[in-house]
């Protein structure tokens, strides 16, 4: 077994502090891996503090892993001892379903398995995270990284990079769309990076008056503060694509009014209570409303390659471990430009 030092939660209402426990030493396709940086995603919050139901505690979160391997089961050919790596979302699924067969591991069929908050394939072992110095994956789980990326910046491509990359990707993004990205965090940064470097004419809408210049120099063509109605108007009946990546109830309506005939809104924030939409906004004009789950193995190697060819990162601020729970209440309040990533010789 590998003693493994990290931050957990032991329940909802409390905060994160040092945990030790032990991960599986490597099996026959495991690959070990020394942890660098981990991102701070709010799917972190969500989960630490219950609010998606479920939630298994101890919990040690993070799913925007980067770090160098240090160990390999015998029979993995993939990697080896110095690679630098990273794991996202999930650590394994069936690997037999057709989703599974299709790279879509995401959606198996017989269940993915998530990096923290879940429990292993049988049924017993919890998962713990990356805010963690080691891990221990499955090697077909494992991506390939370069190691002259920024590779703190590079961390949250595994899990914000690929959650906007893949439905940019499936509804066919490219010159010649309008593309709107709801919501300036984590996510929505990365949603303008990819939707530019696609060559979408891109806008940005914002509850946030201090982000409007930043949103143009992550490559917007356009600001909107979603709170001004008249702003909104202006854009009634005009978008191809509008990503909703906003992490609190909130009121889609006014949003399907920007899409055009056959236009569609996917939602990949997470709010905890159920939104209510209005079926005319719809019907008339032929529109769709779907959701979107992070990306496969495949397409995350894929957006990592195409992340390495257009140069694109993620814009961080570095902390210790010791900064987290701080950083969980600034995310809350939108105050982070844009995404937290752990140091993790924070731990030791
Ligand atoms: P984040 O960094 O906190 O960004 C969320 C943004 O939403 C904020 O920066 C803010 O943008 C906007 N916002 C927050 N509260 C709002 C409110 N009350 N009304 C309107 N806008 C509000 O979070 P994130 O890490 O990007 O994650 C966003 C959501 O995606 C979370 O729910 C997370 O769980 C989910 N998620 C889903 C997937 C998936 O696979 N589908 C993967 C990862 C994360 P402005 O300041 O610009 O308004
Ligand atoms: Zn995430
Ligand atoms: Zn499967």
């Known amino acids: 077994m590998i003693l493994t030092k990290s931050y957990a939660t032991l329940g909802p209402k409390g905060n994160l502090g040092p945990f030790q426990f ?130 703190a910046a590079t961390a ?13 990707r499936h509804w066919d993004i490219q010159k010649g769309k309008k593309v709107g990205i709801v919501g300036l965090g984590g996510l929505g940064h990365m949603g303008v990076k990819f939707s530019q470097a696609l060559g979408a004419e891109t806008v940005v809408f914002t509850t946030s008056e201090s982000k409007k210049s930043d949103a143009l120099r992550l490559g917007a063509n356009q600001v909107v503060l979603s709170k001004h109605e008249a702003e909104m108007q202006t854009h009634q009946n005009s978008f191809d694509f509008i990503l909703d990546t906003i992490s609190a109830p909130h009121d889609v309506n006014p949003y399907l009014q920007l899409l055009k005939r056959d236009g569609s809104m996917v939602l990949v924030g997470v709010p905890t209570k ?29 957006m990592l390659d195409f992340c390495a060819r257009h140069q694109i990162v993620s814009d961080v601020e570095v902390i210790p471990i010791q900064k987290i729970n701080e950083a969980y209440e600034r995310v809350i309040r939108s105050d982070v430009k844009y995404r937290f990533v752990i140091d993790m010789k924070s731990l030791s």
């Open 274 to 302: 159920p939104m209510e939409v209005s079926a005319l906004n719809l019907i008339f004009s032929r529109k769709s409303l779907s959701g979107s789950l992070i990306g496969g193995i495949k397409e995350t190697q894929e």
């Open 22 to 151: 032990e991960r599986r030493s490597p099996r026959e396709n495991d690959v070990v891996i020394d942890i660098l940086y981990c991102g701070v995603c709010h799917s972190d919050i969500h989960q630490a503090r219950d609010e998606w139901g479920g939630s298994i505690y101890p919990m040690v979160p993070g799913h925007e892993i980067v770090g160098t391997v240090s160990g390999i089961g015998k029979g993995v050919s993939y990697f080896n001892v110095g690679d630098t790596v990273g794991v996202g979302c999930l650590v394994d699924s069936c690997r037999e379903c057709p989703s599974c067969h299709e790279g879509l591991e995401q959606y198996c069929e017989g269940g993915m398995v998530p990096t923290y908050n879940s429990m292993e394939r049988d049924g017993s072992t919890p998962t713990f995270g990356g805010y963690s110095n080691k891990i221990v994956v499955r090697e077909e789980f494992v991506l390939k990284i370069d190691p002259k990326l920024n590779l």
């Open 156 to 168: 949250p491509l595994l899990c914000a990079g690929i959650t906007t990359y893949s439905p940019l």
